[in-house]
């Protein structure tokens, strides 16, 4: 089932999100849910805040070579446990702030831990687009936007510009 992706400003996007104790099936299909919404928007990651649920679930498939198979991955409790000093810089953008684009810097692989869908623990370390992506989900779950990393000027512009479109769309 497709789920309405909430827009910057709003305050669902900047909290905290709690961590999940058990696996159900309903968040089973929550997870299933979050990745539809995702290849359907269409978008590499997704946070469960930004479908209005406070919970710390992060969905995202990076492949975007032809040919190669998609790999939908859903992370329970996502946790970074290591990060390069090596940086990297990323155009970013984000479904919950359309068409806005800018580069951040982060570093360049990071290992993360996390619960999957299978109920097993997993750890993986991440580079190139997947690193970028897996760091900008996981900051949605502590109520972090890519543009917080901006000058706060820039910052202002694109909030503005979120609230002049939401209330556009709000009219139809
Ligand atoms: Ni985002």
Redesign the pocket.
């Known amino acids: 089932m497709l789920r309405p992706i909430l827009i910057h400003p709003d305050p669902r996007l900047q909290k905290k999100a709690a961590p999940l104790v058990d696996l159900s099936d309903e968040l089973r299909t929550l997870a299933d849910d979050m990745l539809e919404t995702m290849y359907d928007a269409p978008g590499i990651?997704l946070?469960a805040p930004?479908i209005g649920v406070s919970k710390r679930l992060i969905v995202l498939d990076c492949v975007k070579e032809e040919g190669v198979p998609p790999r939908p991955l859903a992370m329970f409790n996502p946790e970074i446990i290591g990060s390069s000093e090596e940086t990297s810089v990323y155009e970013e953008g984000?479904?919950?702030?359309p068409e806005i684009y800018a580069d951040v810097t982060r570093p360049a692989e990071v290992e993360v831990k996390w619960l999957g869908i299978d109920g097993n623990e997993h750890q993986e370390v991440f580079t190139d687009l997947w690193a970028t992506c897996v760091q900008?989900?996981i900051d949605?779950l502590d109520g972090k936007?890519?543009i917080d990393y901006l000058k706060p000027l820039k910052r202002q512009m694109i909030t503005r510009k979120m609230t002049k479109l939401k209330r556009e769309r709000a009219r139809g």
């Open positions: 990651g946070a930004q984000c479904l919950s702030i900008h989900e949605h936007l890519f």
